[in-house]
């Protein structure tokens, strides 16, 4: 979805046709950027995403705001490593103002990750193991538990 943006997003800036015009790999490096962005962007934001409850989709909202933004940094940075992370999330808000079907495209794309974030948590805590019938000992921390309470 971000190479997709990226994609939109820089043949907005050099008109129509940029991206496929070059022929020095300047577009491709351009769409493995956007792509590159999305994914470390979603890796360093992905606490705020998978939570449950109107508390969980608030911050997935919030998450998806920040996803965009860290992705438009670090896009800008790979394309463009002087004035990309300044130029890239401006060029990013003012796209979203410009074309507000983007705007939703993105926000729906962020929703469908929250999504499945919350299925793959919720796959996982029904899948592991049950816990040492909640003795008091298990509430500590690992560290605790070897220092303090070890078995002989």
Not at 44 to 71: K, Q, S, T
Not at 107 to 117: I, N, W
């Amino acid at each position: 979805m971000t190479a997709g943006i990226t994609i939109l997003i820089m043949s907005g800036v050099g008109g129509d046709g940029l991206i496929w015009a070059d022929k020095a790999w300047f577009s491709q490096w351009i769409i493995f950027a956007g792509a590159l962005s999305g994914g470390i962007s979603l890796a360093l934001a992905r606490g705020w995403m998978g939570l449950e409850g109107i508390l969980g989709l608030a911050r997935a909202v919030i998450g998806a705001m920040a996803i965009a933004i860290m992705a438009a940094m670090i896009a800008g940075i790979l394309i463009d490593p002087l004035l990309g992370v300044v130029y890239g999330p401006i060029l990013l808000v003012t796209e979203f103002l410009a074309r507000p079907w983007l705007a939703i495209a993105w926000f729906v794309g962020s929703m469908a990750v929250h999504g499945l974030l919350l299925e793959a948590r919720r796959e996982r805590e029904l899948l592991a193991p049950p816990r040492a019938k909640q003795r008091a000992v298990a509430q500590l921390s690992r560290l605790s538990q070897e220092n303090l309470y070890r078995r002989s």
